[in-house]
Each structure stands twice: as C-alpha cells, then as structure tokens.
C-alpha cells in the first residue's frame, strides 16, 4: 500500500495491528532474531502506541480491546507469533505424499511438546484474556490458525500448541472465538471441527498489495482461494436476537468473492 493511500486510511477509521516476518525483521524469523527490539520499537511508534502502554515495558506486542454497547462486549486479542517462537523444523525428507504439493517443502511439524509458538508469559496473558465475558472475540493471528499442514509457516507447525489453545477454550468456557490471519499472501476461509468443541473459523485476507502464484493444499478451505489483491471484512447484526456474523472477502474492485453467514450461538459451548 502506498504511503498516500495509508495515510489516508489512518484518517478514516481506528487501526490497531500486530506484526508477521517481514515487520518484525526477517523472512520466516522466530524468537532468535537479533533486532526484535528495535524491531518493536520501530512497530510501536509507527502506529503511535502512548510511552504508557503495556508493550513498551515488557516483551512482545501481544495486546487486547474491548468494545461495548447495547449490551453487548466485543473482543480483540491480536497475538504477538515472533517473539517468542522456537525455531520451525526444517523439512528433512519426512514421508509425505509430494504429488500433492507442487513446490518444496520448507517445515515439518513438531512431533513432541519441547517448542513453543506463543511463549509461556502471552500463553499466561491469553489464559486471562479467555477468563474476560465477551460475546464475541476475533483473535488476529499473523499465520493461518485453521488449516492442515503444507509444508509453509502455521500453526499445524506446532500441533501441541493448537491443542493447548483448544483446550484453554475449553477450560475457561469461552464462546464467541473466530480467527483472523493473513501471511500468505492470498484469501480463503478455513474451518476446523474440534471434538467437544464449537467450530472454529480461520478467516485469511492476505494481499492487499500483492498475490502469491498458487494456494497449498488445505483440507479445512471453506471457501476461496481469493488469489487477485483483496481485502477481508467481517461484519455483525446485532439487532437479532441471535447476532448474525458475516465473514467476507471482496477483491480491489468490490467484488464480493466469499461469503460466510453463521449464528453467534453456533460459537457456543452448550
């Protein structure tokens, strides 16, 4: 996006962001990144976040809001998946059937729970946020969360930690839970059907500026892929008793190319 074309976003409506590779310093980068700091400071002032906030005396970007009204509370946790991330696992040659995938293969997932994605203080941080009433809570994931393994960056890197997020949800009853993420440079939508748990929508808009040559294979695509520059928009109707959540990706010239309808109460732990 243009530097004219953000300032002119910036003056129309409220932006709150998290970062992926490219903002926080290095291609594919984790924790190991030796100017994560700088990295920080520079991403923070970017989006003038005040010298009091949280982020400027700890480590990570991790953050939350909370909106409210006629009843109802909405929340944003927008994760921090750099700071804290272990290094992925090379792909070695591990068993996989190639005539599914294309292009090579960069990263195998983790077979044992010595690695970590998020860190144990935002897993600590997330705990508490989960324990907060709220009817709805996007949470903005730099990478894909709700897709199968295909050899990229994601969360199925670290199958244990998608488990511990699932059970977190659980633990503390959380309702309302649907994903937001970018990274890869095109659009789909993802849905996962956990065991004793309410679907979970991974919502992908990733290409505003620019597009990728192909989608990967995802077992768990709704819809898309979107593959021209696009935008995400997820909408809300809250005069109905039971709130109508949208989840939609128009391409550059407003052309509606996916569209999801569901039910709040279909996000609920019954």
């Known amino acids: 996006m243009a530097c004219k ?5 910036e003056k129309q409506c409220p932006l709150v962001a998290t970062w992926d590779d490219h903002d926080f310093g290095r291609n594919d980068a984790g924790r190991h990144y ?48 750099r700071t804290f991330r272990d290094d992925l696992r090379p792909y070695d040659g591990q068993p996989v059937d190639r005539s599914a995938y294309s292009y090579s293969l960069d990263y195998w997932p983790y077979d044992t729970p010595d690695s970590t994605l998020l860190g144990e203080e935002q897993w600590a941080w997330l705990d508490l946020q989960l324990q907060q009433p709220a009817d709805l809570r996007i949470v903005a994931s730099s990478t894909q ?11 199925a890197n670290f199958p244990h930690e998608q488990k511990r997020f699932f059970e977190l949800v659980k633990k503390n009853r959380a309702n309302g839970v649907l994903f937001l993420s970018g990274d890869v440079h095109y659009a789909e939508l993802s849905r996962m059907e956990v065991p004793g748990l309410y679907p979970l929508y991974d919502l992908t808009a990733s290409g505003i500026t620019s597009t990728w040559g192909f989608a990967t294979p995802n077992l768990y695509r709704l819809e898309g892929p979107v593959m021209e520059n696009h935008f995400g928009q997820l909408d809300v109707d809250w005069s109905e008793t039971d709130p109508l959540v949208t989840m939609s990706i128009f391409d550059v010239k407003g052309k509606l190319r996916v569209s999801k309808k569901i039910r709040l109460s279909e996000l609920s732990l019954r």
């Not at 074309?5 to 976003?9: A, H, K, T, W």
């Open 5 to 9: 074309d953000f300032q002119i976003l």
């Open 34 to 81: 030796p100017h994560k700091e700088a990295s920080k400071r520079l991403f923070l002032d970017f989006f003038r976040v005040p010298e009091n906030d949280p982020r400027r005396g700890r480590a990570g970007i991790y953050t939350s809001y909370v909106g409210e009204g006629g009843g109802r509370r909405v929340q944003l946790i927008l994760l921090d998946l």
């Open 145 to 155: 969360f709700g897709i199968t393994w295909n050899g990229y960056e994601a969360w």
